[in-house]
């Protein structure tokens, strides 16, 4: 895995369908758990409907904090609602382009398939000026990548299958080279028995103890009936041992505590990425 979590990262899912409660929001979860395990810090993922002021306003607002990198997945496609990479230029004051490249990219697409070119499949090779398109090696519309001061935003598509195979296939291996090296160790342990309140004393200490560790507490049954509470730690390192040597170090003083307090502990996982 990459990175000490000294570099951040927003992510926006767009689409009104999200907003509504429609479709589940599985981009966010997918690319909050990638971005984690390059070791970039995720402050925030944010659901905004198709509108271009609504975006670009707070595209501005999360530029403002300087984050190394901002996702958008969603509203690139041929429709009149995906206007996605038009609230991307204006938030960064470019002008919208069409892209040689991105061109040959839709245009190769539609030609495989016997389809010619129309204004709304030209339309996705618009791209912020300065933007380096992403390969959909699935569908039709091509992302982006574009550098903007001491942040790149990368935009795909919201089509789940789409925006995976681009981050796995083309940005996850960009960023890579970008990233120092560093590993991630994670362990779960279930506590029977205690509740969450007994424990979040030792917790805070320990939580408060180690600079490299993030710990949480999820509580799966109830606080005064019967508790039953997942412990998750996961702890950074240059190496893969001494980042697995730091989680189970944690975890071995959160199991002495639960079993001080009269709990039952079983270690779920331990694993090192």
């Not at 996850?172 to 560093?182: G, Q």
Request: hydrophobic share 40%; net charge neutral.
């Amino acid at each position: 895995m990459r990175n000490n979590f000294g570099y951040t990262a927003w992510i926006f899912t767009l689409g009104t369908e999200l907003t509504q409660g429609r479709v589940v929001n599985t981009n966010g979860s997918y690319l909050g758990r990638r971005l984690t395990l390059l070791g970039v810090k995720v402050l925030g993922i944010a659901s905004i409907i198709d509108d271009i002021e609504l975006i670009s306003k707070y595209l501005t607002v999360v530029l403002d904090e300087k984050p190394k990198f901002i996702v958008t997945t969603g509203g690139l496609g041929p429709t009149y609602d995906d206007r996605t990479l038009e609230a991307v230029a204006k938030a960064l004051n470019r002008k919208l382009v069409l892209n040689s490249e991105a061109l040959e990219m839709v245009k190769r697409r539609y030609e495989e398939r016997g389809m010619p070119l129309t204004p709304e499949r030209i339309k996705m090779a618009y791209l912020p000026e300065g933007g380096v398109p992403i390969p959909n090696p699935i569908g039709t519309a091509p992302g982006c990548w574009i550098e903007h001061r001491e942040s790149v935003v990368i935009s795909l598509p919201g089509v789940p299958r789409e925006m995976e195979a681009m981050w796995e296939s083309w940005v996850e291996p960009r960023l890579k080279r970008l990233l120092p090296l560093i590993y991630i160790a994670e362990a779960v342990a279930k506590v029977v028995g205690v509740p969450e309140s007994s424990l979040a004393p030792q917790l805070n200490r320990i939580a408060h103890e180690y600079e490299k560790v993030y710990l949480k507490s999820h509580p799966l049954g109830e606080e005064l009936g019967k508790p039953v509470i997942n412990i998750y730690v996961m702890a950074s390192g240059g190496d893969s041992s001494s980042a697995s040597k730091l989680a189970q170090e944690v975890l071995n003083k959160v199991i002495a505590y639960a079993q001080s307090l009269g709990g039952s502990v079983a270690v779920l996982e331990l694993k090192v990425s």
